[in-house]
T-cell receptor, first 112, second 115 residues
């Protein structure tokens, strides 16, 4: 079965600074990888996903992620964050088994 | 489509009472998932259905929890009797087959408080 580890539970950063949220996965088969964002009191929204092909995936709101098969990682990055990016971010993995497993989440706090 | 619709958005109940959470998936989606989110345990998969049939319920915490999907447009998650430790946000999500690389679409969640 697949699993996901998000290495940082909280990431504080100043506005306009770059940010990287780390995600590692484990699976014995080919996987699909996702990043979701959860704003306060809301459900999860898809930021971006990796299925195959180019290892650099671009998503909404200026976020991007890079799939690294050798390191089993799928880190999320943004070159310059805004206050409005303050939210919880979840990395997720799915495969042929038709279920989706989530990491514990990383709370990104952007300070002025 | 209005997306995945969950009701109620908030539920406060007393310990020992029965609680029923409801979900309407996106039309045409044949997979439905129930997740529970807590500070301590993060986002846990409780159960998922394919074409209204429960496929994996290994995440259901105990016999007090039950889930049904009587038709393609409706699912319930029931807790009977409820306990304070069941307090959490419960999410329903739906999708086409994830094995094709599609994503799951989430509802707004039901915040359950058991006092």
């Amino acid at each position: 079965a697949q699993s996901v580890t998000q290495l940082d539970s909280q990431v504080p950063v100043f506005e306009e600074a770059p940010v990287e949220l780390r995600c590692n996965y484990s699976s014995s088969v080919s996987v699909y990888l996702f990043w979701y964002v959860q704003y306060p009191n809301q459900g999860l929204q898809l930021l971006l996903k990796y299925l195959s092909g180019s290892t650099l995936v671009k998503g909404i709101n200026g976020f991007e992620a890079e799939f690294n098969k050798s390191q089993t990682s799928f880190h999320l990055r943004k070159p310059s964050v805004h206050i409005s990016d303050t939210a919880e971010y979840f990395c997720a993995v799915s495969d042929w088994s038709n279920d989706m497993r989530f990491g514990a989440g990383t709370r990104l706090t952007v300070k002025p | 489509d209005a997306g995945v619709i969950q009701s109620p958005r908030h539920e406060v109940t007393e310990m020992g009472q029965e609680v029923t959470l409801r979900c309407k998936p996106i039309s045409g989606h044949d997979y439905l998932f129930w997740y529970r989110q807590t500070m301590m345990r993060g986002l846990e998969l409780l159960i998922y259905f394919n074409n209204n049939v429960p496929i994996d319920d290994s995440g259901m915490p105990e016999d007090r929890f039950s889930a049904k999907m009587p038709n393609a447009s409706f699912s319930t998650l029931k807790i009977q009797p409820s306990e304070p430790r069941d307090s959490a946000v419960y999410f329903c999500a739906s999708s086409l087959p994830l094995s094709t690389g599609t994503e799951a679409f989430f509802g707004q969640g039901t915040r359950l408080t058991v006092v």
